[in-house]
């Protein structure tokens, strides 16, 4: 059943939020958005990018923020469904990622579940895929040898 405007509107929120705290790097702020249940999934696009509970998944923010590369996500579609305390979203986005100063803008889908406990709305399982041919890169400024 479709979420009321308010549950989307806070749905929404946590994953901006989380994506909001990729982009700056701070893994608690992420980690704060999903919940702490061993039973959490996130899967990436890599193959190896498949990680269970709280702890898996810092291992795989911390490795992908070591590669150096900024990101930026955004939603450009989004069907908000729930019932009960249990939300689900199936959303289109763009992930812009500046890497050998260029920006690559990827198109992406995302899948996630998510509960709420008292008034928040915590991440239990988000799935991040590439349909494919969906990259492309941009070059938006000259490279200039530093950044």
């Given at each position: 059943?479709?979420?009321?405007?308010?549950?989307?509107k806070?749905?929404?929120?946590?994953?901006?939020?989380s994506?909001?705290?990729?982009?700056?790097?701070?893994v608690?702020?992420?980690?704060?958005c999903y919940?702490?249940?061993?039973?959490?999934?996130?899967?990436?696009?890599g193959?190896?990018?498949?990680?269970?509970?709280?702890?898996?998944?810092?291992?795989?923010?911390?490795h992908?923020?070591?590669?150096?590369?900024?990101?930026?996500?955004?939603i450009?579609?989004?069907?908000?469904?729930?019932?009960?305390n249990?939300?689900?979203?199936a959303a289109d986005?763009?992930?812009?990622v500046?890497?050998?100063?260029r920006t690559?803008?990827?198109a992406?889908?995302?899948?996630?579940?998510?509960?709420?406990?008292?008034?928040n709305?915590?991440?239990?399982?988000?799935?991040?895929?590439l349909?494919?041919?969906?990259?492309h890169?941009?070059q938006?400024?000259?490279c200039?040898?530093?950044r």
């Amino acid at each position: 059943m479709k979420a009321s405007p308010e549950v989307e509107k806070a749905v929404l929120a946590t994953l901006i939020e989380s994506w909001d705290a990729y982009r700056r790097r701070e893994v608690d702020q992420v980690l704060s958005c999903y919940t702490s249940d061993p039973d959490l999934v996130a899967i990436g696009t890599g193959s190896d990018e498949r990680f269970q509970g709280p702890e898996s998944l810092r291992a795989g923010l911390l490795h992908d923020f070591s590669q150096g590369h900024e990101t930026a996500l955004k939603i450009t579609w989004s069907s908000v469904s729930a019932a009960g305390n249990v939300a689900w979203v199936a959303a289109d986005c763009i992930a812009e990622v500046e890497m050998e100063c260029r920006t690559v803008r990827v198109a992406g889908r995302l899948s996630a579940v998510l509960e709420q406990r008292g008034e928040n709305w915590y991440i239990m399982q988000t799935h991040f895929s590439l349909p494919a041919g969906s990259a492309h890169a941009s070059q938006n400024a000259p490279c200039s040898g530093s950044r």
